[in-house]
């Protein structure tokens, strides 16, 4: 008698589990869709800039979360030229949120807040202040320039900090490929969209 109340027990636990896993999963899917909500409310209301902000700024943070949480020892270069975009197309503070949402935000999360992530951040926000201030520059010119201004300001503070230079020239030598790459490529179109 106590076996089949013990197996009665078990299958009401399973059960209940099940229906709580359900329910979370339900609970997950509305979280889902008043964002999506929100966002297509956004859309229709004019804020299109703003949504593409968001979405961009996720997508780069995550990325960057991701790469430092493999231990992946590369910048990629994709949040300083997110950052230099929005600055660029719509001001100042959307390339600082740019960069405390998709570099800090990311790598604090991920467990590599250090100096390095500091010297960046503040190579970033220079950046973005820059491109804030010469809207009359074309984008291209001005991100190339920024390059190669981003290359030597992490390379000559990171020597400083201590890190070693074969760490400096692989991370940095990538990032600056990078960079070259998305403004060559990708900025004018992404301007584009944006503005």
Known sequence: MQAKHTHQRR?????????TGLMQQLQN?????????VLVLLLLLGFK??????????????????????NIHLHLGHVSFLAVIFSYTLGFK???????????????LAGHADVEMIITGAVYIVNCLIASLL???????????LAVFQAIATMVLGMG???????????DGVEFAMLILYYLTLARPLVALIA
């Open 11 to 19: 299958m009401h636990s399973q059960t209940r589990k099940k229906s």
């Open 29 to 37: 899917k509305q979280v889902v869709m008043v964002i999506a909500a």
């Open 49 to 70: 800039a703003f949504i593409l902000f968001i979405i961009i700024a996720a997508a780069a943070a995550v990325l960057n979360y991701f790469i430092h949480v493999s």
């Open 135 to 145: 809207t009359g520059v074309p984008i291209v010119t001005l991100g190339l320039g």
């Open 94 to 108: 959307y390339g600082i949120f740019m960069v405390l949402i998709a570099h800090v935000l990311a790598e604090v």
């Open 161 to 171: 900090a201590g890190t070693p230079i074969a760490e400096l020239i692989t991370e």
